[in-house]
């Protein structure tokens, strides 16, 4: 009874938390526009940080309640499945349009924050100076969002920008890169500025009611399995964060209700999904973690598993996705196949040869 019970409610936390993030992400983009901010900050800002939001408040919780390696884990293992699925697939379906300059900055940040983690986890603890060059990697990663869009809503209409493409991939035209009915905000008014508000209210409930279900779950089914906590942060978590990210990257297959709702709470252009799977592969490491070790309050533990698994398959991707983009200025199906087969033997290794420690 147990077991269904557990199950039931990691089905739900899933379901509650991709709706949660979705709708206060949505409505939180909204109030900013609507209290005047420009949209090229608000993009720049709010849009990127709201994809992370799963992550975030379930690594808040569990770090509260000292479980350290599922806060950890939601967010190294967020990490490898948002570029090794989700990105991956993106490119091996070759509809990926990225802006080259943007595009390279953001997997040397990844490149970055992965380092941090190798060079100042010391005895399997986060160092406070490792915490500080995170956190100053996730203000770079700020600035370097407002400045991008500042450049891109400004810039001469007569020099695009520097676009590249998966192989055969069409590129939009300048138009279709500034248009997108994502952009547009209600009025100024008393009702709107309520009802946005309510609906960052309404699902940072739905959030945080999803993300202690997945919490309790997950640690249940740790002590009936007698698995380490690492094992369902790294497998189940990760893998049901990036299920509405597959979704919206295969157009929406679960079905026309999820798609309805994924459309009218999207903050982004469609065609800049690929790029805010990269920023939130950042963001669960430059944000996630420092946050979860601020809240923990002392040293934050990385264990093993982490350490010998999450972070190199990081490195090793983002490797494989910078590299041609410098060098050959291009993006490759073969990109793609080679993320999703990294991902693959990464998961198999943390299901088969768990390290102790985690």
């Known amino acids: 009874m147990i077991v269904l019970v557990s199950l039931v409610l990691f ?5 509650l938390a991709a709706v949660g993030s979705r709708l206060a992400g949505r409505c939180a983009t909204w109030c900013f526009a609507l209290c005047g901010f420009p949209m090229w900050v608000v993009s720049g800002t709010v849009a990127s ?3 992370a939001l799963p992550q975030l408040v379930l690594a808040f919780l569990a770090s509260g309640l000292s479980i350290t390696a599922l806060a950890v884990g939601a967010a190294l293992a967020g990490a490898a499945a948002d570029i090794g699925l989700v990105l991956a697939c993106c490119l091996i379906r070759r509809d990926v349009v990225v ?8 997997c040397l ?3 970055a924050s992965c380092l941090v983690l190798l060079i100042f986890v010391r005895d399997g603890l986060l160092s406070y100076t490792g915490v500080g060059l995170l956190m100053a990697l996730f203000v770079v990663f700020v600035l370097e969002n407002i400045v991008y869009q500042h450049r891109f809503v400004y810039q001469d209409p007569e020099q695009p920008p520097d676009i590249i493409t998966a192989r055969h991939s069409a590129v939009p035209a300048p138009a279709e890169l500034r ?10 008014n008393v009702i ?16 945080i009611v999803g993300a202690y279900a997945l919490v309790l779950a997950s640690v249940t089914f740790a002590n009936l399995t007698g698995t380490i906590q690492a094992l369902w942060a790294a497998g189940m978590l ?12 295969f157009n929406h297959p679960l079905g026309s209700a999820w798609k309805r709702f994924a459309e009218r709470c999207r903050i982004y252009p469609a065609f800049a999904f690929p790029m805010h799977v990269l920023n939130a592969a950042i963001l669960n490491i430059t944000l996630v973690l420092p946050i979860a070790s601020l809240m923990y309050r002392r040293r934050l533990p990385v264990g093993e598993q982490f ?15 910078l590299l041609p983009a410098l060098l050959r200025r291009r993006l490759y199906r073969w990109q793609g196949v080679v993320c999703l087969g990294i991902y693959l033997v990464y998961l198999a290794a943390v299901l088969l040869v768990p390290r102790a420690g985690a």
């Open 11 to 15: 089905v739900l936390g899933m379901v």
């Open 49 to 51: 940080l709201c994809i």
């Open 99 to 106: 802006d080259r300059g943007e595009f390279w900055r953001k």
């Open 109 to 111: 940040l990844l490149l």
């Open 179 to 188: 248009d997108d009915g994502t952009v547009l905000f209600p009025a100024m």
């Open 192 to 207: 709107n500025s309520l009802k946005n508000l309510g609906g960052v209210l309404l699902g940072g409930l739905l959030l």
């Open 238 to 249: 990760s893998l049901g964060f990036s299920l509405p990210l597959l979704a919206e990257a």
């Open 307 to 321: 350490r010998s698994y999450e972070v190199p398959a990081c490195i090793l991707m983002a490797l494989v996705l």
